[in-house]
């Protein structure tokens, strides 16, 4: 009813305004909105695009699983052991499985974690990025792990990229979501400083042993993980004697 005021209304505003054809096309254009559906007519558009507003994938966990892991926290050295939690690499936090459900600990209040391999059952050994000196640059963000231990240990950190949506409609490239992508980055210590590794002549590091490691890593695939690890472990393990 209110409908049929409505436009009652605007046909007699029309008929002082317009000439005689500018009435009729007036009132063929209100009968066919108020007899089309809203949209029905959107497909004859060939310039019509879907919206689509960018969502953000990519994995921001450390690992894809909660793993058993012991927390030594700043707090007078608190342990906190057989919790099961995973690191959230974006916010610098630990997820916690709680009889309560998840919790969160801040990674600002721990000094080092050990968490258990759920499937390899081999322990991982974390330790806080702010407590290394890293050549007079403000303190690391985040957790760094241990993966040769001696006179120059080697250490691996996980960082997180943001890449933004760059879809181009008009020539329908690019990607229309945001993600997160990981980024792995070596650092070894030396002198008590540490360092990010180079990524090419690694064994120019090792000072008066460079010859004898370059002879080593001649065998080796330095750009594999299990590699690095063992011409850090030959370093350390003779350098010890």
Known sequence: ?????????LLAISLNAFSQDDFLHTRYVLER????PVGSNSSSIPALEIRHDPITSGDIFL???????TFTLYKSGQVKESLYAKFDIKTNNFDVMTQQ??????GD???????????????????NGKDFKFNSRPPLAGFLELLSQGSMPLMKKVDLEFIPANFNPALNVGSKDHKYIKKIVYYYIEKGEIKKLPKKHIPSIFGSKQ??????GKSLQLKKESELIKLFDYYNSTSAK
């Open 1 to 9: 009813m209110k409908k049929s005021i409505c436009m009652s209304a």
């Open 101 to 106: 459900g998840i919790r969160v600990l801040s």
């Open 63 to 69: 690992t894809p699983h909660f793993q058993q892991s």
């Open 109 to 127: 209040m721990v000094k080092s974690v050990v968490w258990i391999d759920s499937l390899a059952k081999v322990p991982h050994f974390l330790f």
């Open 33 to 36: 909105l108020s007899s089309t």
């Open 211 to 216: 010859t004898e490691l370059e002879e080593f």
